[in-house]
C-alpha cells in the first residue's frame, strides 16, 4: 500500500482504494513516538491485514508482524540460572531496571534486591550502578526477563555456576 497520511497515533496506508490503519504500536518492534520516524507520505510500504471491523468500516494494519521479532533473538542467549552483569536504569518503588548485553531490559523485582527487607530499591541500589544478576525468569510472550540480586551466591545454582566456569577455563578446542 502507500501512505497517504500520518497522525499522532499512526499511518494511513491506502490498499487497492481502502484506507487502513497502522497502529504507532505496530509500525517496527522498537519504540516510535510519531510514524513520521519511520514513514513519509507516499512511501510503498508492505503491510498486513491485522483485523477488519465491517460496522465501522475500520481496517487493521501492521509493518512489525511482517518482521521477525528481535527481542526473541537476543533473548536466546540468555538461561535461567544464568549469571549476567546489569546496569542499572531506573529504580520504581516496586523494584529496579536493569540493562542486560544490547538494549535487553529486565526487573529485579523488590523481593530479590536483598536478603533483608527493604522499603524502596533505593536502599540498596542506584542509577548506573553495574551489578551481577541472576536470570530468574525468561517470559517470551510478555517480552520480559526476570532477574535476582540476591540470588547471585545461591547455592542453588552452584553446580550451574560451577558447569560454566569450567566451560569458561577450558574451551573445547577446534
Known amino acids: 500500500g502507500r501512505v497517504t497520511s500520518l497522525s499522532d497515533f499512526g499511518a494511513f496506508v491506502n490498499i487497492n482504494g481502502a484506507d487502513g490503519l497502522v497502529h504507532l504500536s505496530e509500525l517496527s518492534w522498537d519504540r516510535v513516538q510519531h510514524p513520521r520516524e ?3 507520505v507516499g512511501q510503498e510500504v508492505k503491510v498486513k491485514v ?3 471491523d465491517r460496522e465501522k468500516k475500520r481496517i487493521g494494519l501492521s509493518m512489525r508482524a511482517l518482521a521477525d521479532d528481535p527481542w526473541k533473538s537476543r533473548v ?3 538461561t535461567v540460572g544464568q549469571l549476567v552483569e546489569g546496569t542499572i536504569t531506573r529504580l520504581t518503588k516496586f523494584g529496579a ?3 542486560l548485553d544490547g538494549d535487553i531490559e529486565g526487573l529485579i523485582h523488590i523481593s530479590e534486591i ?9 536502599e540498596v541500589l542506584h542509577e548506573g550502578d553495574v551489578v551481577n544478576l541472576r536470570v530468574i525468569r525468561i517470559d517470551p510472550d510478555q517480552r520480559r526477563i526476570g532477574l535476582s540480586l540476591r540470588k547471585v551466591d545461591s547455592a542453588q545454582f552452584a553446580d550451574l555456576d560451577m558447569k560454566s566456569l569450567t566451560a569458561e577455563l577450558n574451551p573445547p578446542e577446534e
Open 38 to 40: 519511520v514513514l513519509e
Open 50 to 52: 491485522i483485523n477488519i
Open 76 to 78: 536466546d542467549k540468555f
Open 97 to 99: 531496571f536493569a540493562r
Open 114 to 122: 536483598s536478603e533483608n527487607r527493604i522499603e524502596h530499591p533505593k
